[in-house]
């Protein structure tokens, strides 16, 4: 079973004990019946810069406003980004314009502000086995989610992707891989005829010199190939 990003930022805004505050799919022949508003609708997508938009309250749906803080949660947990939809290059299927449209209906004006939450892949091409999640910015750093479309994220993405939320879990990550090792190393291997010490004091020579070793090849990857942290890019327009 994959990861399903909307179920996964409502869990993170329920953790933060945030107490602030479907839509039927048409198909394309209803879409293509009013083409004039869904064409209007796709040059918004891909011209919006992310503006707020003065929304009527009475008329949202209080499970579907998140705030910065989930968001950014969120995006550094599973390595996302969140940007502007006109640099989204993946496909806009039609639930998310039939929502859209919707939502419209609901608030009595069109709106032109888009904000996208997805891997970063799918603002350079198109990947439709992401799943990413549509918003509009209400102001006040509250985010509405519109629609998400796409399979879910891989289960086990969040654990791959945890080594580069920040400094601090990458050398976690480090220094847990190092003590695994160093635990679970065959003793025949450690030890020689001529060793007089115990087993621990090798395996903690061991140990640090793994850390050390593999620190350092670490940071010379990361420099060599330009990689920042999770923390850095989940709101950047740039690559890695």
């Not at 980004?81 to 004006?109: C, H, M, W, Y």
């Not at 990550?173 to 003590?179: D, E, G, M, R, S």
Request: charged content about 25%; glycine content about 4%; proline content about 4%.
């Amino acid at each position: 079973m994959g990861v399903n990003l909307h179920t996964e930022l409502s869990a993170i805004r329920a953790q933060e004990n945030d107490l602030h505050y479907k839509d039927v799919l048409i198909g394309y022949k209803a879409l293509l019946g009013q083409s004039t508003e869904g064409e209007r609708i796709l040059t918004n997508l891909f011209r919006s810069k992310g503006n707020e938009e003065k929304l009527d309250f009475n008329a949202l749906k209080p499970s579907h406003i998140y705030h910065i803080a989930d968001i950014e949660t969120l995006c550094i947990n599973f390595r996302l980004r969140f940007l502007d939809s006109k640099l989204f290059r993946g496909t806009f299927p039609v639930e998310a314009i039939e929502a859209i449209k919707t939502f419209q209906s609901e608030q009595n004006r069109e709106i032109t502000g888009f904000k996208m939450i997805a891997p970063a892949p799918m603002f350079k091409l198109a990947e439709k086995d992401k799943d990413p999640l549509l918003m509009v910015p209400m102001g006040g750093d509250y985010y509405y989610l519109l629609a998400k479309w796409g399979n879910d994220l891989h289960p086990l993405r969040k654990v791959l992707v945890y080594p580069f939320r920040d400094f601090e879990s990458l050398l976690k990550t480090v220094f847990a891989f190092c003590l695994a090792v160093a635990l679970l190393f065959p003793e025949s291997l450690i030890r020689s005829n001529q060793d007089t010490g115990t087993i621990m004091h090798l395996r903690v020579i061991l140990f640090f010199w793994m850390f050390f070793s593999t620190s350092a090849m670490t940071v010379l990857y990361g420099f060599s190939r330009v990689k920042n942290f999770n923390i850095n890019l989940w709101k950047s327009k740039y690559l890695d």
